[in-house]
């Protein structure tokens, strides 16, 4: 079954830098679109990146565009996320899914998607 492990959270100050990584398996990883989503405290779920099965196209929230950038390694079935510049509000659990709905910056799951692994946490703070 699909299986997706977050990695790579931890606790930075503002201004820093992290790169997340997200191993899948269980499926054959370069014909999904894969996505970042994060959660904060009390907070909804919200996309963050999406990029397509070949690593051309992406998008990004527009809070996040400039400072984050999404990539793939298909060789290695993972999906990267680097964060650059990072900010309090960046302080989240994140998550990547396959097959994210991506419009423009509005990236969002699949209805009743169910596929979370355990998310890395990403605390921001001086």
């Known amino acids: 079954q699909v299986q997706l492990v977050e990695s790579g959270g931890g606790l930075v100050q503002p201004g820093g830098s992290l790169r997340l990584s997200c191993t899948a398996s269980g499926f054959t990883f370069d014909d999904h679109a894969m996505g970042w989503f994060r959660q904060a405290p009390g907070e909804e779920r919200e996309g963050v990146a999406c990029?397509?099965?070949?690593?051309?196209?992406?998008h990004y929230e527009g809070s996040v565009s400039g400072r984050f950038t999404i990539s793939r390694d298909n060789d290695k079935n993972t999906v990267y996320l680097q964060m650059n510049s990072l900010k309090p509000e960046d302080t989240a659990v994140y998550y990547c899914?396959?097959?994210?709905?991506?419009?423009?910056?509005?990236?969002?799951?699949?209805?009743?998607?169910?596929?979370w692994g355990q998310g890395t946490q990403v605390t921001v703070s001086s």
């Open positions: 899914a396959t097959d994210p709905i991506c419009m423009g910056s509005i990236i969002r799951p699949q209805p009743a998607y169910h596929n």
């Open positions: 990029i397509d099965d070949r690593g051309r196209r992406k």
